[in-house]
């Protein structure tokens, strides 16, 4: 009894050290032409709509030259904080030349992030 305990609890940290939200197509340094395709990834929890109540889910937001936002509340909407509350997992981005840093945040069904947050590194693009 005492092993498959053990079991269980190694399996549940080794699923939340697993979790991570990360850009799929794009990366630190690249050079881009807007607009480009960026795509959201999403391993260890699972991609639902803002307002949907389902264990382990949540969704992307895009922030677009944000150096810090409050974790404990709900991520603003703006030209910065872009929302993609439908479950989407990918966007055309169209930024003006010159650089940029990019966040993925995952967020609750009520743009929280989540506990432990859930945030991609953040990355350097150069827009053409």
């Known amino acids: 009894m005492k092993l498959i305990l053990a079991l269980l609890l190694i399996t549940?940290?080794?699923n939340i050290l697993s979790e991570k939200v990360y850009f799929i197509n794009?990366?630190?340094g690249d050079i881009l032409k807007s607009p480009f395709l960026i795509q959201f990834g999403?391993?260890?929890k699972g991609v639902a709509p803002a307002g949907v109540d389902r264990k382990n889910t949540g969704h992307h937001h895009l922030l677009i030259n944000v150096d810090k936002i409050d974790l404990s509340m709900p991520i603003?909407?703006?030209a910065q904080?872009?929302?993609f509350g439908l479950g989407q997992t990918e966007t055309n981005l169209d930024l003006p030349s010159g650089n940029h840093i990019?966040?993925?945040?995952?967020?609750d069904k009520y743009?929280?992030?989540h506990q432990p947050p859930l945030m991609s590194q953040r990355i350097e693009v150069t827009v053409e």
């Open 81 to 83: 904080h872009l929302h």
């Open 102 to 107: 990019l966040q993925l945040v995952l967020g």
């Open 12 to 14: 549940s940290s080794l």
């Open 42 to 44: 999403l391993a260890g």
């Open 26 to 28: 794009i990366k630190d």
């Open 111 to 113: 743009h929280v992030p």
């Open 76 to 78: 603003p909407s703006s």
